[in-house]
């Protein structure tokens, strides 16, 4: 995200950019933290990490990483399974293996990893699954942490971090491609691969695994933007149809979500993106 | 004698009539209880669940997490612009 005005302030966070305005970023800077520490795939001393390499077959988590992976088991449900946080090991597989700035120029591209999600079970805090599965939160922690942060601003203004963004009053924002839209409530996502790429195999990968084969997806879309209740939600659903391709303007219109498809051949609106702004402009 | 060891004769047959009768209603009785239990409505023909919603059902009408926001045409320039997650 790219500031535009005075008042907002930016840090790194989870590597990415993190913008804020009407509050306090040391306080945003905390919560991001605290989610960092528990969340990182690259941290050995996260919560993540340490999960990812015990042994034991059943694991007592925080309370945080409960609620993490219980909103990530129903992101997964609600999703039909595309937004899923077992693909750590196909995440690897096409390279993305080590903090985004530390990625070598090329290198070997292994095996593609299937979806584990049926192997996992959250009873309370109690986590069962073989050991070995390495779990990926990332797709819902970060999405978390802007909602969280959003919900302790003081008043008026926004979050935002790598394309996730949550408003408290409305935000004009700038969307992939050019345009904007006002963000009256709740959160704006956008997901693509207009950034975190790298070479494998001597070819161009993403971060934007497709559980239905264990790759980077193939999608035709350049970037995915939704607009959800939370940032959560919006980030979700611009996951989901971003891997849906072709399929992703009528999965959102069937779910009452309005999105925007950035392809290379120009920019698709669906239904629910399209209603509401002409709504609003003949008023 | 020969009156007594008729008698006597009569009274084996008797008892082991007894015996078989008991037996046979005994059978009959285990046989329609098994029955019974395997095929008569009513009776639990396994181990007893908790009573609850087919999952399947509970799944349809699990309200979806994923809700619309309100969005607007802009009103002046952005104040930021999404880039890619």
Known sequence: VRAAVNDVHRFRAMGCDVVVSGGDPAETGAVFARWEEAFSRFLPESELSRVNASAAPAIRVSPL????????????????RLVDPTLAAALAAAGYDRDFSLLPADGPVGAAAPSRLREVRLEGRILRRPPGLALDLNGVVKALAVDAAAAALPGDGFVSAGGDLAVRGPVDVGLPGGGAVRVVAGGLATSGVLSRRWRRGGRERHHLIDPRTGRPSDSPWRAVTVSGDSCLAADVAAKAAFLLGEDGPDWLDERGLPGRFLGSDGIVENRAWAGPTREVACT | VAEQSRIERARVRARGAKLALGGLTALVFGLAFVGAKGHAAGHVKHRARPLGAPSAFEQAVRQSALQAGQIAP?????SVVTSTS
């Open chain 2, 74 to 78: 802009p009103v002046q320039p952005p």
């Open chain 1, 65 to 80: 990483f409960a609620r993490a992976l219980r909103t990530a088991l129903a992101a997964a449900a609600d999703t039909d």
